[in-house]
């Protein structure tokens, strides 16, 4: 069954209101079932974990106050009623076995619920993806100034995280639980030595960046398929912050209009989904291993609730991946044949303004590191990037070095590819996550790059599509394509050295463009661009 939106009346602070106590989404009436004491919560919490998370809670307050995410409602505790329970809108218990996950299992609980009430499906979504995301996509404030050898959280570490977690997860797709599962205490152990380029992942300054890259992006951590499969994700301006200390009377009004709160409480972070106002108790969901609800006091002086966020909407379950996703990772990149490695980890700078260039990660090359900044375009489709000029780090966001554009392909999200130029005149760039193979044909005897060189054969895809593109000559230019099983299609164009502009006559379909650049570096291998539809589309080829 669907269950329609409903209307949540928060109001601006100035502006005093009454809990929604007709809503369909809450319950007048503790629900069903055990329901177990506060004495079940495990208690091994540190003081230094304490103080830690504080830190994290109060910092994410301030953020969320800059950003305007705080809308405190004024209400009238008298209209409130006086018992209120959300568990039927609640998935199984889960349990977060002994890692420091807290925030993820309460985030990712909340986003659950809201799917179960505003579209009625019961989703099992990935807590290991959602960590992932926000521990290798953090960026530190002051990067370029920074003792730490590394500039992100790792997995590996644990009691980084927040409520605010869910503000990230308003940006960032998650997939379901079976493409990433979620990995205990345990089994991240013994996944650490697996992965020796990770070394012993120290949570100190003096780890490298690669380290935590190795471990991150490692296939037996996070497959590549979980990030083509993430599309679950808080929606556009769903995130409503609570601050710092938010009063009973407010969170019970947040409750009772149908809303789960993600509470921080001292070094962790639990769901509330239901109060009993004369019994001064909340009810609360846990990922600590109780499976079963717990009540915790009102005053209880163990367990106060620091700060909170909740959902107002998710997008639709049937919505497509986040393409952004797609682009994190390790990619193969051949810039006109200087070959190299990027490393992209962050798409967006979750403390920022979405939409901005960031620190995207880094470009290695011939034994050294180069920054990359740049953001991502056309719904995630291009990543618009620059790589340094020098090995320095440069502050985060800056538009400097060599720029290039790359897209991703839709029918083959394993491969990527575009252009960058130099003193104004373009180059090809491909990106794969497979190994760029040397082609078979090679003239690197013969410096430059010839216009007589395209005669022959290449093997093209362009955004997952593959043919081949048959060249007898280019002055003048004949030439023809011909798609997989099906007849050769003419071709028409012009060449300019390692230029070639061609267009191509589908059946059914306007003429289709392509711009594509021989690689002078290595003679057998072009990149480029095709246009269809008013969207740009990246090209891979290679002589054959």
Same mark, same amino acid.
């Given at each position: 069954?669907t269950?329609q939106?409903m209307?949540v ?12 106590t ?10 069903c ?5 506060i ?6 919490r ?8 504080l830190?994290v ?6 953020r969320d ?8 409602p ?5 209209? %409130?009623?006086p ?10 218990f ?5 890692r420091?996950t ?8 909340a ?7 505003l579209?009625?499906v019961?989703?099992?979504l ?9 521990q290798a /996509?953090?960026?530190y404030?002051?990067?370029t100034t ?5 500039e992100n ?12 977690l869910a503000?990230? =997860?308003?940006r960032a797709?998650i997939?379901d639980?079976?493409?990433?599962r +979620? %990995? ?5 152990? %013994? ?5 020796p380029e ?14 935590l ?8 951590h ?19 912050s609570l601050?710092?200390n938010p009063?009973i009377?407010? %969170?019970?009004?947040?409750?009772a209009s149908?809303?789960?709160?993600i ?8 769901l =509330?989904v239901?109060y ?6 909340w ?5 600590r291993g109780q499976?079963?609800?717990v009540?915790? /006091?009102?005053?209880?002086p ?7 966020h +909740? ?5 639709a379950?049937t919505c497509?991946p ?7 990772g ?6 006109d /044949?200087?070959? /190299?490695?990027?490393v ?7 403390r920022?303004?979405p ?8 470009? +290695? ?8 900044n740049?953001?991502?375009e056309?719904?995630?489709?291009t =990543? ?11 502050p ?6 060599q ?10 999200p394993?491969?990527a590819?575009?252009?960058t130029?130099?003193q104004?005149?373009p ?6 996550r ?5 082609p ?6 013969r410096?430059g ?7 022959g054969?290449w093997?093209l ?11 007898d000559?280019v ?6 394509y011909t798609p ?15 230029r070639?502009?061609?267009s ?9 463009l ?15 661009t095709?246009?269809w ?6 090209v ?5």
């Amino acid at each position: 069954m669907t269950v329609q939106a409903m209307d949540v009346r928060v109001a601006a602070p100035a502006e005093e209101v009454a809990a929604d106590t007709t809503s369909p989404h809450a319950s007048a009436s503790w629900p069903c079932g055990e329901v177990l004491p506060i004495g079940v919560l495990p208690d091994q919490r540190r003081q230094s974990d304490i103080a830690e998370h504080l830190t994290v809670v109060r910092a994410a307050a301030r953020r969320d106050a800059r950003h305007g995410l705080v809308r405190v409602p004024r209400v009238r505790p008298d209209r %409130l009623p006086p018992v209120v329970s959300l568990a039927r809108w609640q998935t199984p218990f889960r349990f977060q076995n002994f890692r420091g996950t807290g925030s993820a299992f309460a985030v990712v609980a909340a986003i659950e619920a809201e799917y179960l009430r505003l579209y009625g499906v019961a989703l099992h979504l990935s807590e290991q993806y959602a960590i992932h995301v926000a521990q290798a /996509g953090e960026l530190y404030p002051g990067y370029t100034t920074s003792p730490k050898r590394h500039e992100n959280n790792s997995s590996y570490w644990g009691f980084r995280g927040s409520s605010d977690l869910a503000s990230t =997860l308003s940006r960032a797709a998650i997939p379901d639980e079976q493409s990433a599962r +979620y %990995l205990s205490r345990a089994e991240m152990t %013994l996944l650490r030595p697996a992965v020796p380029e990770a070394g012993d992942l120290a949570d100190a300054d003096d780890t490298p960046q690669e380290n935590l890259d190795a471990f991150e992006f490692s296939e037996r951590h996070i497959p590549t398929h979980a990030r083509h499969r993430a599309h679950y994700r808080i929606a556009d301006n769903g995130v409503v912050s609570l601050g710092m200390n938010p009063s009973i009377a407010t %969170l019970q009004s947040v409750i009772a209009s149908g809303h789960e709160v993600i509470a921080d409480v001292p070094a962790h972070c639990f769901l =509330l989904v239901g109060y009993d106002r004369p019994r001064r108790e909340w009810l609360v969901k846990d990922s600590r291993g109780q499976n079963a609800f717990v009540r915790v /006091g009102f005053d209880d002086p163990d367990w106060p609730i620091l700060a909170g966020h +909740y959902l107002t909407s998710v997008v639709a379950p049937t919505c497509d991946p986040q393409l952004d996703a797609w682009w994190i990772g390790r990619w193969n990149i051949d810039v006109d /044949g200087r070959r /190299g490695e990027l490393v992209v980890r962050r798409t967006t700078d979750y403390r920022g303004a979405p939409g901005t260039p960031t620190k995207l990660g880094n470009f +290695y090359c011939d034994g050294w590191r180069y920054d990359v900044n740049g953001l991502t375009e056309d719904d995630g489709r291009t =990543l618009h990037f620059w790589i340094a000029d020098t090995t320095d780090r440069i502050p985060a966001g800056t538009p400097s070095g060599q720029e290039v554009h790359a897209h991703l392909f839709s029918w083959d999200p394993r491969n990527a590819a575009g252009h960058t130029t130099q003193q104004g005149v373009p180059f090809g760039v491909t990106l794969s996550r497979n190994p760029l193979d040397d082609p078979s044909f090679d003239r690197a005897a013969r410096s430059g790059f010839e216009g007589r060189d395209w005669v022959g054969t290449w093997a093209l895809n362009h955004d997952g599509f593959r043919g081949l593109l048959e060249i007898d000559s280019v002055d003048p230019l004949r030439a023809r394509y011909t798609p997989p099983g099906g007849r050769p299609l003419p071709a028409t164009g012009s060449v300019t050295a390692h230029r070639l502009t061609l267009s191509v006559d589908f059946a059914d379909t306007e003429p289709q463009l392509f711009r594509l650049l021989a690689h002078t570096g290595e003679h057998a291998r072009l990149s480029g661009t095709t246009t269809w539809h008013g969207h740009e589309y990246g090209v891979q080829g290679t002589h054959v």
